[in-house]
């Protein structure tokens, strides 16, 4: 294996990329194969499987970002858990760590919403640039690369018990597109990674490897030719630029807490849906007094976080729903475009558990007395699933700049969200299945749950075909900034109902194939 | 008489067992980590009625039946320390005061559990409820010899998961 980059802070040419997720951590190895010197700035720590705790809160301790946010707006979270708005990773590998590997792609139908969707009143919906069958092959590289199953001839997982129950339920209802999922997670041996053990415990990171992560996978490859340089503890502070308005390098805060700077030809940013437009937000200057690519006044704007929500059944017998692979089942069925239903959009329902340490803080946060405690009783008996939906862009759900500082004397997110009329009838419809799903198994009490921290943070740089309409075109690259990329689940246009990982790989793949071939005609 | 008297958790029964007093941690999370489950709680910087109440506090936010009283004095030994003291002492002095209000001499003396949910919720937007409240949450849940009691498992790893172990194993679908 050759010896990982090592990278001059003079030096111009290369690449810098701030985030090493799904998004950023794999454009960062596509370009690296492809030539391109890189150099990623990660604000976490690095983690591998052998550094991986299955016990719910230490794995919080040692991945979550708990960086100080702020949050706003009606959402329950923003009650519960003011000062953590979404539950993400800071780590090499960022949430790809953390993911449950649920891989899908989405319906064609989607990437037109506001087409298909037509007029809803207070949603700021918009088509995306590109389309399915733009994208069909991007997906086929994505999925090859993350090994989903269902899909490229490999076999689908087998049902958990939990999934059973799951199965049985939606079945007796009618449902028919009922599967142990499209998951990148191992059903057999795959890529130097072996299969999944049904250990549990896919949130806290996947010590068997089983599961797709850029941790062990695109980091260490694209290290391994010599052009990539991954730098842990780095947080980036400010994207600079000259005086033609081209990117020129990115401030950051080392480990040590000194602050330096990389030059660079070419900014991704990848930090996810909060960092990502706090970070071009702080980086505003005479040129950019409103941000760095916010000519538009769209970045942080049209903030998506997918219409969620748990239900849990109770039995008389016990499931032991913790067992297994933990998101491996899915109905899709509802994930169609009805408006007969009262709601534009659909949802997917996938099977989902929680630990009990976890299970009493997300359950019914803030309750207390014996509703809550006879649920917790009957632990054993539990079985869950969680709703995905397609929520609704809204130009004030939106991430801003907070009065609160980070310890780098940063600026941190103001997460500001608030349920659109329609997320709401979604969500209430979910429930209604997700519940009558459990009761057809003879669920004895069956418990509506609320949305957790978010996971699934969309759309704060959003991809638009007019500059005024966006921050970035349909390759990701900044409207204003010839040489500023955005390589993350931000510059979602609309979040469509599926777990969205696999569409930010593939963009990804999609967004590095783009730069090489521009860096090589010499137009960025 | 309160039922923690008549379950003997007074005075001796406080001062009597040993404790480790550095058993307890508070980790950077914000969550109260127990290496084990030994109890008995010390008071030296609350009194014995504080810690009494705190405890059946504690049984009355997360009441399970199944679950004995050292896990939650376990959950609620932190309270006895020299910067909690002023904030148990007013907030406890609130309680038996809306216990007063409710015809009982205190807290402890109300005998049924309703009795004393309903004193609860007269002060449950207080802060000193929040903070119990949401200290329980991982102080209580997050000790691993309490999960047995609920079925849970914990990790798997070290046994290889439960690919040989009964991942799939219900019978009675």
Same mark, same amino acid.
């Given at each position: 294996?050759?010896?990982?980059?090592?990278?001059?802070?003079?030096?111009?040419?290369?690449?810098?990329?701030?985030?090493?997720?799904?998004?950023?951590?794999?454009?960062?190895?596509?370009?690296?194969?492809?030539?391109?010197?890189?150099?990623?700035?990660?604000?976490?720590?690095?983690?591998?499987?052998?550094?991986?705790?299955?016990?719910?809160?230490?794995?919080?301790?040692?991945?979550?970002?708990?960086?100080?946010?702020?949050?706003?707006?009606?959402?329950?979270?923003?009650?519960?858990?003011?000062?953590?708005?979404?539950?993400?990773?800071?780590?090499?590998?960022?949430?790809?760590?953390?993911?449950?590997?649920?891989?899908?792609?989405?319906?064609?139908?989607?990437?037109?919403?506001?087409?298909?969707?037509?007029?809803?009143?207070?949603?700021?919906?918009?088509?995306?640039?590109?389309?399915?069958?733009?994208?069909?092959?991007?997906?086929? /590289? %994505?999925?090859?690369?993350?090994?989903?199953?269902?899909?490229?001839?490999? #076999? &689908? =997982?087998?049902? *958990? !018990?939990?999934?059973?129950?799951?199965?049985?339920?939606?079945?007796?209802?009618?449902?028919?597109?009922?599967?142990?999922?499209?998951?990148?997670?191992?059903?057999?041996?795959?890529?130097?990674?072996?299969?999944?053990?049904?250990?549990?415990?896919?949130?806290?990171?996947?010590?068997?490897?089983?599961?797709?992560?850029?941790?062990?996978?695109?980091?260490?490859?694209?290290?391994?030719?010599?052009?990539?340089?991954?730098?842990?503890?780095?947080?980036?502070?400010?994207?600079?630029?000259?005086?033609?308005?081209?990117?020129?390098?990115?401030?950051?805060?080392?480990?040590?807490?000194?602050?330096?700077?990389? /030059? %660079?030809?070419?900014?991704?940013?990848?930090?996810?849906?909060?960092?990502? #437009? &706090? =970070?071009?937000? *702080? !980086?505003?200057?005479?040129?950019?007094?409103?941000?760095?690519?916010?000519?538009?006044?769209?970045?942080?704007?049209?903030?998506?976080?997918?219409?969620?929500?748990?239900?849990?059944?109770?039995?008389?017998?016990?499931?032991?729903?913790?067992?297994?692979?933990?998101?491996?089942?899915?109905?899709?069925?509802?994930?169609?475009?009805?408006?007969?239903?009262?709601?534009?959009?659909?949802?997917?329902?996938?099977?989902?558990?929680?630990?009990?340490?976890?299970?009493?803080?997300?359950?019914?946060?803030?309750?207390?007395?014996?509703?809550?405690?006879?649920?917790?009783?009957?632990?054993?008996?539990?079985?869950?699933?969680?709703?995905?939906?397609?929520?609704?862009?809204?130009?004030?759900?939106?991430?801003? =700049?907070?009065?609160?500082?980070?310890?780098?004397?940063?600026?941190?997110?103001?997460?500001?969200?608030?349920?659109?009329?329609?997320?709401?009838?979604?969500?209430?419809?979910?429930?209604?299945?997700?519940?009558?799903?459990?009761?057809?198994?003879?669920?004895?009490?069956?418990?509506?749950?609320?949305?957790?921290?978010?996971?699934?943070?969309?759309?704060?740089?959003?991809?638009?075909?007019?500059?005024?309409?966006?921050?970035?075109?349909?390759?990701?690259?900044?409207?204003?900034?010839?040489?500023?990329?955005?390589?993350?689940?931000?510059?979602?246009?609309?979040?469509?109902?599926?777990?969205?990982?696999?569409?930010?790989?593939?963009?990804?793949?999609?967004?590095?194939?783009?730069?090489?071939?521009?860096?090589?005609?010499?137009?960025? | 008489?309160?039922?923690?008297?008549?379950?003997?958790?007074?005075?001796?029964?406080?001062?009597?067992?040993?404790?480790?007093?550095?058993?307890?941690?508070?980790?950077?999370?914000?969550?109260?980590?127990?290496?084990?489950?030994?109890?008995?709680?010390?008071?030296?910087?609350?009194?014995?009625?504080?810690?009494?109440?705190?405890?059946?506090?504690?049984?009355?936010?997360?009441?399970?039946?199944?679950?004995?009283?050292?896990?939650?004095?376990?959950?609620?030994?932190?309270?006895?320390?020299?910067?909690?003291?002023?904030?148990?002492?007013?907030?406890?002095?609130?309680?038996?005061?809306?216990?007063?209000?409710?015809?009982?001499?205190?807290?402890?003396?109300?005998?049924?559990?309703?009795?004393?949910?309903?004193?609860?919720?007269?002060?449950?937007?207080?802060?000193?409820?929040?903070?119990?409240?949401?200290?329980?949450?991982?102080?209580?849940?997050?000790?691993?010899?309490?999960?047995?009691?609920?079925?849970?498992?914990?990790?798997?790893?070290?046994?290889?998961?439960?690919?040989?172990?009964?991942?799939?194993?219900?019978?009675?679908?």
């Amino acid at each position: 294996m050759a010896q990982a980059a090592k990278f001059e802070l003079s030096d111009s040419s290369v690449t810098v990329i701030v985030g090493s997720g799904s998004g950023g951590g794999v454009l960062a190895n596509e370009l690296a194969q492809k030539g391109v010197k890189v150099v990623v700035l990660e604000a976490g720590g690095r983690y591998l499987p052998e550094d991986y705790v299955n016990d719910e809160w230490e794995s919080f301790g040692q991945l979550a970002w708990t960086d100080p946010r702020t949050t706003s707006g009606d959402w329950r979270v923003a009650k519960d858990f003011s000062g953590l708005p979404a539950w993400i990773v800071k780590a090499v590998g960022g949430t790809s760590i953390h993911w449950a590997g649920a891989s899908l792609r989405f319906q064609d139908h989607e990437w037109k919403a506001k087409t298909n969707y037509g007029v809803v009143e207070g949603a700021n919906l918009l088509d995306w640039p590109i389309d399915g069958a733009e994208m069909q092959p991007w997906y086929d /590289k %994505a999925e090859a690369k993350l090994g989903v199953t269902g899909v490229g001839g490999r #076999p &689908r =997982l087998p049902g *958990n !018990s939990n999934y059973k129950v799951f199965e049985k339920g939606a079945k007796a209802l009618g449902y028919k597109e009922v599967h142990t999922g499209n998951m990148a997670i191992n059903s057999v041996d795959y890529d130097e990674r072996m299969s999944c053990q049904q250990t549990g415990f896919c949130f806290q990171g996947c010590k068997w490897g089983a599961k797709w992560s850029a941790a062990y996978t695109d980091i260490p490859r694209g290290e391994a030719t010599g052009n990539l340089e991954v730098r842990d503890h780095a947080h980036a502070a400010r994207i600079l630029h000259d005086d033609a308005g081209k990117v020129t390098g990115v401030e950051y805060f080392d480990k040590d807490g000194n602050l330096q700077m990389q /030059k %660079a030809r070419l900014v991704c940013v990848a930090g996810n849906s909060f960092e990502s #437009p &706090r =970070l071009l937000l *702080n !980086s505003h200057s005479t040129m950019f007094p409103d941000g760095l690519a916010n000519r538009s006044g769209q970045v942080g704007r049209n903030y998506m976080r997918h219409t969620t929500g748990s239900v849990y059944g109770v039995f008389e017998k016990p499931v032991r729903m913790w067992r297994g692979t933990t998101m491996a089942g899915i109905i899709r069925d509802e994930a169609r475009h009805d408006p007969a239903r009262g709601f534009v959009g659909g949802y997917e329902l996938e099977t989902l558990s929680l630990g009990l340490p976890f299970m009493a803080a997300f359950l019914d946060p803030g309750a207390w007395g014996r509703e809550f405690t006879t649920a917790l009783d009957s632990y054993e008996n539990m079985a869950g699933m969680w709703i995905v939906g397609e929520d609704m862009p809204q130009a004030d759900n939106r991430v801003t =700049l907070s009065d609160t500082e980070d310890s780098f004397g940063l600026k941190v997110a103001n997460v500001n969200f608030s349920d659109h009329p329609n997320d709401i009838a979604m969500r209430n419809h979910a429930y209604k299945v997700g519940q009558a799903i459990y009761r057809e198994v003879g669920a004895t009490r069956t418990m509506p749950t609320p949305p957790y921290p978010s996971t699934h943070n969309l759309g704060t740089n959003r991809m638009s075909e007019k500059p005024e309409d966006g921050v970035v075109n349909k390759n990701g690259q900044s409207h204003d900034v010839a040489n500023l990329f955005i390589s993350d689940g931000s510059q979602f246009t609309t979040g469509a109902a599926e777990n969205p990982t696999l569409t930010i790989v593939a963009l990804a793949i999609r967004q590095a194939d783009h730069i090489a071939r521009e860096m090589a005609a010499g137009n960025v | 008489m309160s039922e923690l008297s008549k379950q003997g958790l007074t005075r001796r029964a406080l001062l009597s067992r040993a404790v480790a007093a550095g058993a307890l941690a508070v980790a950077g999370t914000g969550f109260i980590a127990a290496p084990d489950a030994a109890w008995a709680v010390e008071v030296t910087h609350v009194s014995e009625h504080q810690m009494a109440t705190l405890l059946q506090m504690a049984r009355d936010i997360y009441p399970h039946d199944r679950v004995g009283d050292r896990f939650y004095a376990i959950a609620v030994k932190s309270y006895d320390s020299a910067e909690q003291k002023a904030a148990v002492a007013e907030g406890i002095a609130a309680l038996d005061k809306a216990a007063k209000d409710a015809g009982f001499e205190d807290y402890l003396s109300a005998g049924w559990e309703d009795e004393r949910v309903a004193i609860l919720r007269k002060i449950e937007e207080t802060k000193f409820f929040q903070t119990l409240r949401g200290g329980l949450v991982t102080g209580l849940y997050n000790q691993k010899e309490v999960w047995p009691i609920f079925g849970y498992e914990g990790e798997s790893f070290s046994k290889g998961g439960y690919i040989d172990r009964g991942f799939d194993a219900i019978d009675w679908l």
